[in-house]
């Protein structure tokens, strides 16, 4: 009677750990960076950003001031993407927080503030014109009716 207590209990054992298994491959990520990886057309069409050499540098700009951003579970890859997703496809949270697998407030925390982080690090990158430049670029027909315009504010 002991040893069938004992094999039963074995076999219990290895059904749950392969139940374990079965439920760690089924919720596998379905969606993320790994899916678009190695194709820049597919990167450009959900990030906006020209190929995937330039979506790899934004996200290791975002790794150097990335340390107080709380991860949910997702790579930086796949944090920079939901962000930009959602900024180029206006992808409602909700949907974005199934496809990554994360609940809906963790979508929206995690959205906010990687958005943060990438608008500080990247508005570097902004140059606007100084007044001459930038009417010297502006149609004449534009100049001519709106003589007040200003490159920037």
Known sequence: MKRKVDLLEQE????HDKN???????HAKAWGYHKIAGSS???SYYTGLPNEQV???VVSVFAHSAQ?????GLSQEDQVLLV????RLDIHLCFLADLFDIGKNS???????VLTVLVAELKKLIVWPDDIS???WLPEAFRTKFSRVKGHH
């Open 107 to 113: 979508a929206s925390k995690l959205f906010e503030t």
């Open 41 to 43: 057309e597919k990167v």
């Open 68 to 72: 107080c951003v709380p991860s949910q």
């Open 12 to 15: 219990v054992k290895l059904l």
């Open 84 to 87: 930009l997703m959602r900024q």
């Open 20 to 26: 374990v298994l079965r439920e760690k491959s089924t």
């Open 55 to 57: 979506f790899l540098w």
């Open 134 to 136: 930038f009417n010297a």
